[in-house]
């Protein structure tokens, strides 16, 4: 296992372990380049992984002090994790491949009001093969000859109403967790804790998938509660190092010749925005004045349904199922983009009253929550308009770093209000059909669909970085996350992330190799 000299300043520094970072570092490691990984949380093993949703909430969950404003809880905006590994290790593992016209959304939607939409500076022809490589790394279920999961009951009455109502693109999803054996990890055992982490590791995740990898080349070291608070750069604009504190306290200079920031779309651009110096005065990479802007976290809610007999909804892949015949561009349903239903329980009893039901009362509900094994639910999943009064920005409340804690404010768009009503109209005819007795809507939760606020553009005026994840400013700076999403597609954000990483990965390690950066 390799040790860096911090004034080594020949590595790659990234910071953040999770989809993009842990997937980037593994990447370059191979590839021969040295890297530094700066993770703010723990190291886990599967051994601390638990069968239990509260225990492991507080363990994953990035709890530091944030502000939610418009529609989001005002103490946690959005639910993202702060450990090695970062959010794959609370993810649920569906992989969905972006549609071709979804990177080209203002081309497609034309102008929408109040929406800041733009195309991506590349085409999904840029992206397939590296989501071909994405899927083969991931063990993605669907893809390269591997079978889909099997579906658990609450997938049964799901398909059941779907198929009833005349929807034929429904099965078991593109999931990134072990149908069989493959890459030393175990298949699905069904145990139904796949957010809270998977604790046999079926479930493929950069904890323990990319960055032991890494390890093993020598060309990779990672620093787990490492909280990094600064980018530094020379007189020219080139960064040369980042300042992180470590769980002491203590201040630490890490030197580099690459930065690739990794922090997810919160973390990200509150780095960044921190970083503001002489030369840019109004953050790092910001003459465009787009860093923070354009958040997005998906249009979601949920469908619960009160079935005849029993479903055992949490038992079972979490999310292995989806309806993809809403997932097109039809704006005669009076809205632009589309959705996917995917199921998803209330993650067990405990969570049934605060995420099916909350705020109820009475004997009616009473009686539902005596009745839980007979209730079955849904997640919807679609396109979020971009909008720039969507963003972060920096509080003046300090964190326990001293650093500016991160201000989150959404608001939902009008497209996302008719997508959503269609999407909740949909999903009752779905369970209707099932034979569900009741059935309940439920607004969105704090979501861990953390998009845009770094977004790429082709003209440095219209975003951040290039379609490499270059900053336009910094040219030896990268953004490599969710945070460069111009926009957010229908489809759950992981293995475009980590298709992209690839990608990253190979443009660095050549233009490295060609003295360019």
Not at 255 to 281: D, Q, W, Y
Not at 288 to 294: A, K, L, P, Y
Not at 334 to 360: D, I, M, Q, V
Not at 421 to 445: C, D, I, S
Request: charged share 20%; hydrophobic share 35%; glycine share 12%.
């Amino acid at each position: 296992m390799a040790t860096f000299s911090k004034s080594d300043d020949s590595v790659v520094v990234i910071i953040g372990s999770g989809a993009g970072g842990g997937t980037l570092g593994n990447e370059l490691a191979q590839k021969g380049v040295k890297v530094v990984c700066l993770e703010a949380g723990p190291r886990l093993t599967l051994n601390d992984i638990k069968n239990d949703v509260g225990e492991m909430f507080m363990k994953l969950s990035w709890l530091d002090k944030r502000i939610g404003t418009g529609q989001l809880p005002a103490g946690l905006p959005a639910w993202i994790c702060k450990t090695v590994g970062g959010t794959t290790v609370h993810w649920a593992g569906a992989s969905l491949r972006f549609q071709p016209h979804e990177f080209k959304a203002l081309s497609t939607y034309g102008k929408i009001a109040g929406a800041n939409l733009l195309d991506w500076p590349i085409g999904y022809e840029d992206v397939e093969p590296y989501y071909a490589r994405a899927e083969d790394n991931m063990g993605t279920t669907g893809t390269n000859g591997r079978p889909r999961l099997p579906g658990n009951n609450n997938y049964k009455v799901f398909e059941y109403g779907a198929r009833k109502i005349g929807y034929k693109n429904v099965h078991t999803g593109n999931m990134s967790i072990n149908s069989l054996e493959y890459d030393e990890r175990p298949a699905c055992r069904q145990i139904g804790f796949c957010m809270s982490g998977c604790a046999i590791g079926a479930k493929w995740s950069s904890l323990y998938t990319e960055i032991p990898k890494a390890e093993a080349t020598g060309n990779y070291e990672i620093r787990p509660d490492s909280m990094v608070i600064k980018i530094n750069h020379n007189a020219s604009g080139k960064v040369t190092g980042v300042v992180y504190k470590d769980k002491d306290g203590a201040t630490h200079e890490q030197k580099a010749h690459i930065v690739c920031v990794a922090g997810n779309s919160i973390e990200t651009p509150r780095l960044l925005l921190n970083s503001a110096s002489n030369m840019f005065p109004s953050g790092l990479a910001n003459s465009s004045g787009q860093v923070g802007r354009n958040y997005m976290a998906h249009m979601t809610g949920a469908v619960y349904a009160m079935m005849p007999g029993p479903v055992y909804q949490h038992r079972g892949t979490q999310m292995a199922g989806i309806i993809k015949d809403e997932d097109g561009h039809n704006p005669s349903r009076g809205f632009a983009g589309g959705y996917e239903l995917e199921t998803l329980p209330a993650f067990g009893l405990p969570g049934f009253p605060a995420y099916a039901k909350p705020g109820g009362w009475g004997r009616d509900y009473a009686k539902d929550i005596e009745n839980y094994r007979n209730s079955a639910g849904l997640w919807i999943v679609g396109e979020d308009m971009p909008q720039e009064s969507n963003r972060v920005t920096l509080a003046p409340d300090k964190d326990q770093h001293g650093m500016p804690v991160a201000k989150v404010h959404y608001l939902d768009h009008p497209n996302d209000t008719a997508m959503r009503n269609h999407a909740w109209k949909q999903a009752t005819a779905v369970y209707e059909a099932a034979g569900a007795k009741k059935v309940y809507t439920r607004m969105p939760f704090p979501s861990t669909h953390n998009m845009g606020t770094c977004r790429l553009s082709a003209k440095s005026r219209d975003g951040v970085a290039n379609g490499w994840g270059q900053t336009h400013d910094v040219k030896n700076l990268f953004i490599s996350d969710g945070s460069q999403f111009t926009t957010s597609a229908a489809e759950n954000p992981t293995l475009t992330i980590v298709a992209l990483a690839i990608r990253q990965a190979d443009y660095i390690a050549d233009q490295m190799a060609k003295n360019n950066i």
